[in-house]
T-cell receptor, first 113, second 114 residues
Framework: GENVEQHPSTLSVQEGDSAVIKCTYS??????FPWYKQELGKGPQLIIDIRSNVGEKKDQRIAVTLNKTAKHFSLHITETQPEDSAVYFC????????????FGTGTRLQVTL | DTAVSQTPKYLVTQMGNDKSIKCEQN?????MYWYKQDSKKFLKIMFSYNNKELIINETVPNRFSPKSPDKAHLNLHINSLELGDSAVYFCASSPPGQGGEKLFFGSGTQLSVL
């Protein structure tokens, strides 16, 4: 089955700096790669996703890049703000009703003033 | 409010008891899931239902039994609770035609088995 590794497990940045979280996956058949943000006491929330036919996608201060050959993808957050502090999860899956998301182990991002 | 809602939010119980967690979504989604998040925050799928039909059943003890009375509801019943069942359980749903993608999560049920 799919295996997703995520690094780093914790990340502390100063407000205004950029943050980068990296993930690798094992199954070359995976073609959908979402990122979720989980705030304290809440469920994970989808913030951005990318499909295998795209190399990069951007939405305001967040961007995701995908390298299918190397089987890795990354989340980039620019101009970080205190409200970006949360646990971030990458995930990978195929498509179709029976597909399932395999999540990375999470990165706790702390944005300090 | 349109959302995935699950109850209860907190559940504290003794070992050996039987308990249920309820989940409802009013997003019109076809597929619903149960995920387990352990103390290290690791998220793992347990079950997935599409239009009331079980489509994913991971390696979960038989003590866990999901039930979907209709496509808007997916409940989780747990028999003979064990200490290791302590975790946060999340219900989720995904839009039609996007099984396995774009999950909408509930706010979780924190289960503590004493």
């Amino acid at each position: 089955g799919e295996n997703v590794e995520q690094h780093p497990s914790t990340l502390s940045v100063q407000e205004g700096d950029s943050a980068v979280i990296k993930c690798t996956y094992s199954d070359s058949a995976s073609n959908y790669f979402p990122w979720y943000k989980q705030e304290l006491g809440k469920g994970p929330q989808l913030i951005i996703d990318i499909r295998s036919n795209v190399g990069e996608k951007k939405d305001q201060r967040i961007a995701v890049t995908l390298n299918k050959t190397a089987k890795h993808f990354s989340l980039h957050i620019t101009e970080t703000q205190p409200e970006d502090s949360a646990v971030y999860f990458c995930a990978a899956s195929g498509t179709g009703t029976a597909s399932k998301l395999t999540f990375g182990t999470g990165t706790r991002l702390q944005v300090t003033l | 409010d349109t959302a995935v809602s699950q109850t209860p939010k907190y559940l504290v119980t003794q070992m050996g008891n039987d308990k249920s967690i309820k989940c409802e979504q009013n997003l019109g989604h076809d597929t619903m899931y149960w995920y387990k998040q352990d103390s290290k925050k690791f998220l793992k799928i347990m079950f997935s239902y599409n239009n009331k039909e079980l489509i994913i059943n991971e390696t979960v003890p038989n003590r866990f039994s999901p039930k979907s009375p209709d496509k808007a509801h997916l409940n989780l019943h747990i028999n003979s609770l064990e200490l290791g069942d302590s975790a946060v359980y999340f219900c989720a749903s995904s839009p039609p035609g996007q099984g396995g993608e774009k999950l909408f999560f509930g706010s979780g049920t924190q289960l503590s088995v004493l």
